[in-house]
Each structure stands twice: as C-alpha cells, then as structure tokens.
C-alpha cells in the first residue's frame, strides 16, 4: 500500500464522572461520536515528513516526529483535506492524532491496534470517549482509571504521562438524530 485515506469523526464529552476517585475510579466519562465535523486525511509513503494543512500543520508534525522516535519509519507526506475546528469541545486533538496514527500504521504495516496507538502518542489518559469514537462511533460510556493505583488525580491526556486508556464498558449504536450545535462568534480563551 503506497497511499490511504481516512476520516475521524469528531466527538461530543458529557462529562467526566469522578473527577476526585471518591468513587475508587478516577475519570469515567460518556459521549457520541458525530459524522461532522471530520478530519480527512490523506497520505503516502515518503522519505522525509511533509506536512500540509490549514490549521494542524505543527500538531501534525509533532504527532509524526514523536511516532518515528517509536517505530522508526523514514518519513511520510500527509495532506490534511478537512480539518475539525480546534477548541471548539469536538475532540481535535485525539482524532488528528489517532488520523496520523493510524494512517502511519497501515502504510508501514506497523500492525498496532489503535489502543496500543493511542498510548504511543499520549492519549486516553483521562477519557476513552475520543479514542473509541474514531475507532467504533456510537454513544460510549467508559469505566475510568483505578483510584490510586492506575491514576491518583485528575490530569488532561496531555499530563497523565503514560496512563492506558480506561475500560469500556457499553458502546451502542445512537439514533440518526439531528443534532444541533452552536458555536459562538467570539474569541477562544484556550491555552490562557
């Protein structure tokens, strides 16, 4: 295989269940995965990282660099052709890395299943919701980490350094219902 094509959903968060482990596990959330918006990604084989995009041009580079580091592949262009807003509460961050993971692992036939991506490149550490969205879809309810052994407080993915993702624990498909989502004309305060 020379070249592939995927798409990610986005995903919508509930909630985190236990933010504290007084319940003995830490985290535990609920969610959907939603068709718009998506990631579409297309990329092949290549001697050194070309990366083009609108928006995800350094994330993208930073989510490939870090892979190589791992499983030593010489490089690789990705175009990224549709793009989820960042910071908008659709799941970004974990669909474009899963979307690089995973185009990365079928081209170089890395035969990882996307649990085992998803630890290679930080993510599930707090929730599962984005990480069994890109790969299953439907609405997902997760079991959250053991409290204190698997995680003793509440950190974003980013910060939970090498915490597995949590058990799931129901995943059903969800109805074909419309869903309206607003998002307001106005500055982001993320990262502030």
């Not at 020379?2 to 985190?16: C, K, N, V, Y």
């Not at 989820?84 to 036939?109: C, D, E, M, R, W």
């Not at 090498?162 to 982001?188: A, E, M, S, Y």
């Amino acid at each position: 295989m020379s070249r592939i094509a995927i798409r990610t959903p986005s995903r919508l968060h509930f909630s985190l269940i236990d933010l504290n482990g007084g319940l003995g596990r830490i985290d535990g959330s609920a969610g959907i995965a939603i068709a718009q918006p998506e990631f579409r990604i297309i990329a092949q084989k290549a001697n050194s990282v070309l990366i083009n995009s609108n928006q995800y041009t350094v994330r993208a580079q930073e989510i490939v660099e870090k892979l190589k580091k791992k499983y030593n592949f010489p490089g690789i262009s990705i175009e990224i052709l549709s793009e989820i807003p960042a910071h908008y509460g659709f799941g970004s961050g974990t669909q474009i890395s899963l979307g690089i993971a995973q185009v990365i692992n079928k081209l170089y036939n890395l035969k990882q299943s996307v649990q085992e991506l998803a630890v290679a490149i930080g993510r599930g550490g707090t929730s599962g919701i984005g990480i069994t969205a890109f790969e299953q879809g439907g609405f997902i309810l997760d079991g959250g980490h053991k409290y204190p052994d698997q995680k003793s407080s509440f950190l974003p993915s980013s910060a939970a350094g090498k915490v597995t993702p949590p058990p799931l624990l129901i995943r059903c498909d969800f109805p074909d219902w419309d869903i309206l989502i607003v998002t307001p004309d106005c500055n982001q305060i993320s990262g502030e």
